[in-house]
């Protein structure tokens, strides 16, 4: 066996072990991974934990970056969704859900080789109370928001979202924030959320170049011919998130009032429907749909899109967008997506990720933004509807990629600053 083909087989099998979750997977997650690294990086001790960011998303300055400088997301995430078990939090329960995330923080470095998490609060869970959360906030229910889609809705109090290069480092941290560890990478395990909030629902997913590849046998949603190649990092089979092409942290974040440093998440679960994708459109089709038709004709993108450098290199794509409808019948989605930035900046700060959760090829679209409304501009960008109106594109036909993907569900989150994230009110002092 080479020492390539070793290395991805034990990706392979610790992407399996995180979907399959619980004490076993753990286990076996953990001696895959020890015997290739050293122990992950121990956290802080509790006088540095005052050090940490208020901002629970600042994660860019903490990530691994690729040649050209674009953050790297984590290998491999978890999102746990949860109910809060009583009437309205004490300050007690507080303490003890603090308690949990510090140990977290204690025993991992804040990082990809560690632990990088937030933690989220639902429109459900602040219904509960007597106030309102102040106004500037924007954290509406979910809606469908397309033409075309019938999603359901969460209703989760709070959802978790655990990031890590480890997939041991991942499933640590949710066995021991549900009270299954003991001790976690050294430190002990002071609290968990037992008795204040159950876990309902797991989610599970990866990116990074060549895990695509490795995952897609026998998953519903991409061809038998196992069509996405080994330098891809999502399904799709291009790269996404270039530096450029993300909005900044700053750009995300509410900058007001009691939960200013904080930011909101909207994540939707995502089905991918790749059989005309990868066994009737070209390669260069690919391209025009998921960038611009201008770079199929300019042939701008080697492979997965890795030599587009930090950014996708729209140029005036995003202007031209009706024109090329007109031209081509096609739109791209990055072209139609970018028409929704201000001074020039994408409003959105995607870090989803692909999942075969239900064994079916997927994605959860997991994106920070300061008000829930800038999220949904970028989807009516990204919709194209105005675009289809004018030309002779459909609403999902040749509209960017609309037409390979199913939004199955939506959920929209605020993420408190540091200093207010275990269970806030709407008006935390
Ligand atoms: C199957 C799902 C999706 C895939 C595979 C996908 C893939 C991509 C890729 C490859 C790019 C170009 C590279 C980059 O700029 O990072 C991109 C750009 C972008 N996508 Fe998506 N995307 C998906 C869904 C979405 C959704 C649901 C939204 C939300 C509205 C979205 C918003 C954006 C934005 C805002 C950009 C950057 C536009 C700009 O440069 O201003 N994408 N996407």
Known sequence: ???????????????????????????????????????????????????????????????????????????????????????????????????????????????????????????????????????????????????????????????????????????????????????????????????????????????????PAENQDGVRGIPNSEPVSEDAPMFMGFKSGFKKNQASEDRVTIQEGPFAEGTTTHLSRIRLSLDQWYEQDSRTIRERKMFCPAHAEEGKIEGAGDNLGDSSQLGDCPAHTLEDAREYGTVGHSQKSARARENDEPIILRRDFNSTDDDEAGLHFLSHQRRIEDFVKTREAMNGTDVAEQSAIGARTNNGILQYMTVRRRANYLVPPRRHRSLPTPRPK
Do not use: K
């Open 1 to 211: 066996m080479t020492r390539s083909s070793r290395t991805i087989s034990r990706r392979s099998f610790v992407r399996s072990a995180v979907a399959i979750g619980g004490a076993s997977a753990l286990s076996a997650c953990l001696d895959r991974e020890s015997g290739d690294a050293d122990a992950p990086p121990r956290g802080v001790d509790a006088g540095g934990l005052e050090e940490l960011p208020e901002r629970q998303h600042a994660w860019t300055a903490a990530q691994r970056t690729d040649e050209h400088g674009n953050p790297l997301v984590p290998e491999h995430h978890v999102t746990l969704h949860f109910s809060y078990i009583g009437g309205s939090p004490t300050d007690e329960e507080r303490t003890q859900v603090e308690t949990a995330f510090e140990t977290l923080e204690r025993a991992y470095a804040r990082s990809n080789e560690g632990l990088l998490f937030t933690v989220g609060y639902g429109p459900t869970y602040f219904d509960r109370f007597d106030e309102s959360l102040p106004e500037h906030v924007d954290l509406p229910e979910p809606t469908a928001l397309a033409p075309i889609e019938t999603p359901e809705f969460d209703s989760y109090d709070a959802m978790f979202h655990l990031a890590s290069d480890r997939g041991s480092v991942v499933l640590s941290a949710e066995e021991a924030l549900t009270g299954e560890l003991e001790s976690i990478n050294g430190v002990d395990v002071e609290a968990t959320l037992e008795g204040v909030l159950e876990a309902e629902e797991r989610r599970t997913g990866f990116t990074g170049a060549g895990l």
